[in-house]
């Protein structure tokens, strides 16, 4: 139909001729539109019956209402053509697409053909405006650019997937690349192990999305229900409207500040593992097409399968280094370690490290193809060997210390530790062995051992140690029907040296005895030191049960300790005393054995030393009391049983008493008076001499200052100091103070020193006799002639008075020998300006001798014996002393 006649058919209004032109018949073709505006004035002249078809309103109401036309417009779209009109210039023809809204809501595209025409007639300027449904097309359009869109992203996303290093610069790329392509947004969300999602691939603007964003995602949450709903599926899920969601969550606005409106979730994923999901968001509603999401899915699809081989090539990387760390901490390992075949019986040797090489000296090429049971040498015959050897047949760990050797023969102990190695089908197919060489820990061991079970001055074995062997003897003689011979030494006169030289040459003394025994009998023979001046020999019969050869030990024991031996420059002969006990007769047990060689010991040593004694019952009984006595001696002072007896010494020129010697005695309740030689030795050993060394002096100077009082003027009292005595550290203000108690003038009081006591450690001991001699004291060296004087050291000493012993007087009448030593003495000291005092005068012959050869004074039974206090007074009184 043409127009002209379409426009007169279809119109009442007047037809409008001049606006068909040649085109005019083109105009109305089929799904058209046609209207025509009076330009000026805005206004619809008239519309074509196609109105009612495309905008959905009557004709005759589109041409009433003036305004329709452009309500029908999307508001969007108003702007263009308003403007389109204000320019447009009679004659000029315009192509414009707008978007259409119907009454129904559905939007339609219409593609406007508009021309302006006047009519010459009026002035007027019309408007036509032909319209073409191009709505189907441009959906199409709209699809293609999607799709083109989305192929886009996925051919530039090939190139980031080709070149990413890591996880983390795939999605990076990957996400920049889809924002480029067209996309508004793209992020990836990867899933943590505790459930949350790390976001990747958000720029820096978006920053306060991805805090919007952190709620929903946090671990635990749900995500955003786009979010966990892809997730929950593993199917892509959409949200296409956010302007029409009405929600208020934070991410929500945030995404309309930034102007998304759509957006696609993504899950990636593998076969077995969700990874994570991927976020594309667009600016305009609606973005997502069926088509564009398969592609997207696609380009997801790719991306997680990117991660996943990023994934296995890390894990398989990390798998590398882990194994590459083992490699190297087995070759650092300060432990020696050996991988070795399983397969018995060789279990030959794989491998071993460089710490193995450094401990056993032997190269790994030494080694490999080897049993290890090459380091035990010749030594197969260790107890560990046995868990070693049942761990490996039982295919279990073990563990054992070993004694090894290393290449240069040498040893070392190996605390092995073995582990079997199971291959992929759980057989065993290696052991693994980690070797430490404890042998520093073992030495350690060995000498903590050695200083428990060893005395410490002399490497003897101690008591402990004693105890163990003896008991091991005792076992071994029960077994062979042997005896068995405990032998106690104990050292003469050792406490004296100890104390008046010192400790260290009391040590010295010791080590050198101790080696003395050692020589002397078998080197299966016990020699131990209990402490002190005391060892114990254990010696079991010999094997061919000769008992004399036990006797012959102990005379070669005896002769080898008293042999003369150098101390400091002196020469000592030193004796021990020795107590036997015999198993069985004497006792089954280590305990009794030992006992009754003490009590056979100490009864040698009553004996006078440097003798042996064997053990007897009758002893027992004796020990017994000498225990008793030890006990009561304690109880003496306490209960004043000690008394004081006084000789009289004698000046032989004016015949008149000029001193006193002061004796112990003890008055025992049951045994009567105890003369000292019974009980100074047990006090000395005790060391109960000390206190009554002091009782002593105080009870004599006392006594003294008592016959002075009573008209005695000067009168002297000598009191006897034991060695002991002598080095105790206040000796000098212990003997001051007394003197100061009791008044006694210091030149009236003598202390008696032994002549060996004195010459023991020389210089040590001048210091202490100038100190007492300091006070005013008068010193004497009593038993004078009996021990090693050193006659130029005699000279140094302060000393008054020389005391005779008496073995000298007492032949002094009848042997010149005597008398010729007597002589010498007197005269050595008198050349010394000594007082020379001679002590054991029994006969007048003998006091005749000595007046003879100058003797200054005398003492002895020829003119007292020693007497109590009162007696004493009595001699006084009666001027009984005959000279
Ligand atoms: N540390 C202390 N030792 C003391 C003390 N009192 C005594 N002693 C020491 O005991 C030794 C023995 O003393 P004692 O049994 O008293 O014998 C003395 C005299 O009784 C004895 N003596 C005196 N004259 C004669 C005699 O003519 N013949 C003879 N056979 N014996 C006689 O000699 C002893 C005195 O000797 P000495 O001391 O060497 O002058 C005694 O040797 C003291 O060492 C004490 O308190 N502390």
Known sequence: MRLASLL?????????????????????????????????QRRILHASIGVEEIYGHTKERFVADHSLWLECIAPGDRQQLQTLLTTIGVGQSHTLS????????????????????????TGDMHVRFVGTDITTRHHLEIALARSNRALRAITACEDVIGHAANESTLLQGICDVVTATGYQLAWAGLIESDGAITPIGLTA????????????????????????TALRTRRPAVANYFASDMSPTPWRLAAMRYGFHSKLV?????????LGVFNVYASEPDAFDAQEVALLVSLAQRVAMELRAHRDRA???????????????????????????????????????????????????????????????????????????????????GKAVLRNYRKDGSLFWNDLHIAPVTGDDTRTTHFVAAMSDITPMKQYETTLHRMANHDALTGLPNRSLLEDRLENAINYSARNEHSLWVVLVDLDRFKLINDTMGHQAGDHLLKIISDRL??????????????????????????DGNASSAADVIQRIMDAVIQPLTIRGNEYVLGCSMGVAVYPNDGTDPATLMAHADVAMYRAKDNGGNSFQFYTPVMHDAALKRLQLEYQLRRAIELDELTLHYQPQVDLRHGTIVGMEALIRWNHPQMGLITPGSFIGMAEETGLILPIGIWVLRTACLQAKKWQDMGHDNLRIAVNLSARQFVQTDLTETIADILQQTGLPPH??????????VMADIERHLLILHAIKALGVHLSVDDFGTGHSSLAYLKRFPIDTLKIDRSFVRDIALHQDDASIVATIIALGHNLHLQVIAEGVETENQMAVLRAQGCDQMQGYYFSKPLPAEQIEALFLDQQITV
């Not at 032109?21 to 330009?39: E, K, N, P, T």
């Not at 993504?266 to 969700?274: F, G």
């Not at 009236?748 to 006591?757: A, D, N, P, Q, V």
């Open 8 to 40: 007169q058919s279809t119109s009442r209004e007047p037809a409008y001729g001049y606006l068909l032109d040649a085109d005019g018949d083109a105009l109305l073709q089929d799904g058209r539109v046609l209207w025509i505006m009076q330009l000026q």
């Open 98 to 121: 707008l978007r259409i809204n119907r009454p129904d809501g559905s939007p339609r595209w219409i593609e406007y053909q508009i021309k302006c025409l006047a009519d010459y007639a």
């Open 205 to 228: 603007k978006h920053q306060d999305y991805l805090d919007a964003m952190k709620v929903p995602l946090g671990a635990g949450g749900n995500g955003t229900i786009a979010i966990a």
């Open 266 to 274: 993504l899950p990636m994923a593998d076969q077995d593992t969700m």
């Open 315 to 397: 894990g398989r990387q990390a798998a590398e280094a882990a194994l590459r760390l083992r490699e190297r901490a087995i070759e650092c390992s300060a432990n020696a370690i050996i991988i070795s075949s399983a397969r018995a019986p060789d279990f030959v040797i794989e491998y071993v490290n460089p710490a193995f090489e450094r401990i056993t000296g032997y190269s790994a090429a030494e080694a490999i193809g080897k049993n290890s049971n090459f380091l035990l040498g010749t030594d197969h015959d260790q107890p560990g060997l046995l868990e070693i050897r049942a761990a490996l047949s039982e295919r279990r760990e």
């Open 518 to 543: 050692q020589s002397s009998v078998r080197e299966s023979d016990t020699v131990a030191r209990l402490g002190g001046d005391e060892f114990v020999l254990v010696l079991p019969e010999c094997a």
């Open 748 to 757: 009236c009081l003598e202390i008696e020193l032994t002549e060996s006591s």
